[in-house]
């Protein structure tokens, strides 16, 4: 069935260094592509979109990269903070169809001082 | 502006009891989304409304769960009996109308049925 995976659970990160969480998705008809950041206690809160006419989009800090070809996506976090430690969603949605945003199973990201 | 608030925040409950979540959507917002984790998984879709209506279902896991949106405003999804694979965290988001990008999220409510 159609599902969006990440390929690591945990991630550990030394502070000012570089983080790069993993998504695959399975879905070819995908054409928006999310990333979510939930902090404990809180909600998922938006971090970086992409849709599938781009292959890299950049924010503050985070970049996200997508490849079609093998169905991947990657968020890069840049001078990884404490502040950052918290869990990872990637999600994503055909922009054309009635499908609601399909959510992976979410990376934590922890930032060692 | 307020964000998308949820009530409880935390509910501990008997399994076979019921419980009501509630949900009040940004103001102005015509999509209503129900979503729920569960330990360690993935955040997985119950129900979208648009105003008042219920526009896909599909996600909703039995006839145990019963969502209402009554005029548009705020939401509740009712647990009845609660069974403990409810157990877990319930998340409600919204966005404008014909909006098809970012989701705002509530902070949740968590739900453990013992």
């Known amino acids: 069935g159609e599902s969006v995976g990440l390929h690591l659970p945990t991630l550990s990160v030394q502070e000012g260094d570089n983080s790069i969480i993993n998504c695959a998705y399975s879905n070819s008809a995908s054409d928006y592509f999310i990333w979510y950041k939930q902090e404990s206690g809180k909600g998922p809160q938006f971090i970086i979109d992409i849709r599938s006419n781009m292959d890299k989009r950049q924010g503050q800090r985070v970049t996200v990269l997508l490849n079609k070809t093998v169905k991947h996506l990657s968020l890069q976090i840049a001078a990884t903070q404490p502040g950052d430690s918290a869990v990872y969603f990637c999600a994503e949605k055909d922009v054309g169809s009635a499908r609601q945003l399909t959510f992976g199973s979410g990376t934590q990201l922890t930032v060692l001082p | 502006e307020a964000g998308v608030t949820q009530f409880p925040s935390h509910s501990v409950i008997e399994k076979g009891q019921t419980v009501t979540l509630r949900c009040d959507p940004i103001?102005?917002?015509?999509?209503l989304y129900w979503y729920r984790r569960v330990m360690g998984k993935e955040i997985k879709f119950l129900l979208h409304f648009v105003k008042e209506s219920k526009q896909d279902e599909s996600g909703m896991p039995n006839n145990r769960f019963l969502a209402e949106r009554t005029g548009g405003t705020y939401s509740t999804l009712k647990v009845q009996p609660a069974e403990l694979e409810d157990s877990g965290v319930y998340f409600c988001?919204?966005?404008?109308?014909?909006?098809?990008?970012?989701?705002?999220f509530g902070e949740g409510s968590r739900l453990t049925v013992l």
């Open positions: 988001a919204s966005s404008q109308a014909g909006y098809t990008g970012e989701l705002f």
């Open positions: 103001s102005g917002h015509d999509n």
